[in-house]
T-cell receptor, first 113, second 117 residues
């Protein structure tokens, strides 16, 4: 079985300040992990993915995430928030021995001017 | 653009209507998915098709009927829906569906916003 917990349903930051969106997972097998972003009235867009290579993964739009096996975490960070980053973010785990994507509950990021 | 196209983008239907949602991908992917996204709930996997065969039905009510005529197209036929079925329905595709060691990512369409009145 696998599960994903996004620890914050809402995060609010000021423009230009760092972003931290937290994600913890559980998986019986060596997982692949993803972060997706969803802007209002849009589908989900892949930000970045971890697939058992480098533990620090860089994605689009300046986002990055670090896979920490000991902490079962895959937190998403960005050094400086931009207004266009306001969206909902989903942490996703793929069980490489199975066939399912499991989604976290999502974190809504708000960016204040 | 992700390469996955869903139509229509918005749909309003009565509880006695019959309608269909369409999803199309020309990415050469073999697996296609329907997800339901309701307010304040995690994404729910509804159906999975792999090489046109349904491999997963996640206890979805029979008023939702999927169809996959080929690897590029996926439909969701709707009939006698309930107001609680109002949601964003997302289609996704991935290169492959099964197999250990495969690092697969899903490409999502923009969704169909369904309102049942």
């Amino acid at each position: 079985a696998q599960s994903v917990t996004q620890l914050d349903s809402h995060v609010s930051v000021s423009e230009g300040t760092p972003v931290l969106l937290r994600c913890n997972y559980s998986s019986s097998y060596s997982p692949s992990l993803f972060w997706y972003v969803q802007h209002p009235n849009k589908g989900l867009q892949l930000l970045l993915k971890y697939t058992s290579a480098a533990t620090l993964v860089k994605g689009i739009n300046g986002f990055e995430a670090e896979f920490k096996k000991s902490e079962t975490s895959f937190h998403l960070t960005k050094p400086s928030a931009h207004m266009s980053d306001a969206a909902e973010y989903f942490c996703v785990v793929h069980n490489n021995a199975g066939n399912m994507l499991t989604f976290g509950g999502g974190t809504r990021l708000m960016v204040k001017p | 653009e992700t390469g996955v196209t869903q139509t229509p983008r918005h749909l309003v239907m009565g509880m006695t209507n019959k309608k269909s949602l369409k999803c199309e991908q020309h990415l050469g992917h073999n697996a296609m998915y329907w997800y339901k996204q309701s307010a304040k709930k995690p994404l729910e996997l509804m159906f999975v098709y792999n090489f046109k065969e349904q491999t997963e039905n996640n206890s979805v009510p029979s008023r939702f009927s999927p169809e996959c005529p080929n690897s590029s197209h996926l439909f969701l036929h709707l009939h006698t829906l309930q107001p609680e079925d109002s949601a964003l329905y997302l289609c996704a595709s991935s290169q492959d569906h099964l197999g250990p060691g495969l690092n697969t990512e899903a490409f999502f369409g923009q969704g169909t916003r369904l309102t049942v009145v």
